[in-house]
């Protein structure tokens, strides 16, 4: 079974500074994708960004963007430029390819100080 | 419509009863997945649809659980003789097409409390 892993439980990052985020992931597929999504307090899942497996070219989406080791089975999403916005919390996931259904980690929550 | 829709935000049973919970997917989205968020917020996937096929029911438990997709008609998760431990976050996403690439969009969640 696919597992996903966040170790860290909480971070927190000085505003208008970058900070990285932990993912590794386990899984025996070749194809798969790779999601980081944010839970803001309101509960709202949010897709930040999303990376295809056979893709070796990280994803980036404005600020946010990730470093996708897939031989190390690893993911993990850096926030640059940090805004008191960002403060959530982080969750990875995984999908299988035609799977769909979302395996997701334990969370970091995000702290933001100004 | 444009957003997933959940409905109630808010339930509250008392142990052995029964919670019924609704989600309208958005128009056109053929995918519907049904994901439990517990308090200390893992997420647990239970099952999903495609159009009223139940399409992976992996995650659901035996017992208890049942889930359906009517054709013009919203999809419900209904929990027959609530448990203390069924307290959490019911969370409804819905996709436009098999295949993960296709984005999940979430609805905004029915708390259900059982006391």
């Known amino acids: 079974a696919q597992t996903v892993t966040q170790s860290q439980p909480e971070m927190s990052v000085q505003e208008a500074e970058t900070v990285t985020l932990s993912c590794t992931y386990d899984t025996s597929e070749s194809d798969y994708y790779l999601f980081w999504y944010k839970q803001p307090p309101s509960r709202q899942m949010i897709l930040v960004i999303r990376q295809e497996a056979y893709k070796q070219q990280n994803a980036t989406e404005n600020r946010f963007s990730v470093n996708f080791q897939k031989a190390a089975k690893s993911f993990s999403l850096k926030i640059s430029d940090s805004q008191l916005g960002d403060a959530a919390m982080y969750f990875c996931?995984?999908?299988?390819?035609?799977?769909?259904?979302?395996?997701f980690g334990a969370g970091t929550i995000l702290r933001v100080k100004s | 419509g444009e957003e997933v829709a959940q409905t109630p935000k808010h339930l509250v049973r008392g142990e052995g009863q029964k919670a019924k919970l609704y989600c309208a997917p958005i128009k056109g989205h053929s995918y519907v997945f049904w994901y439990q968020q517990v308090l200390k917020n893992e997420f647990k996937f239970l099952i999903s649809f495609q159009n009223e096929n139940v399409f992976d029911e992996t995650g659901m438990p035996k017992e208890r659980f049942s889930a359906k997709c009517l054709p013009n008609s919203p999809c419900s998760l209904e929990i027959q003789a609530t448990k203390l431990e069924d307290s959490a976050v019911y969370f409804c996403?819905?996709?436009?097409?098999?295949?993960?690439?296709?984005?999940?969009?979430f609805g905004p969640g029915t708390r259900l409390t059982v006391l």
């Open positions: 996403a819905s996709s436009p097409a098999r295949g993960s690439y296709n984005e999940q969009f």
């Open positions: 996931a995984y999908a299988m390819e035609y799977g769909n259904k979302l395996v």
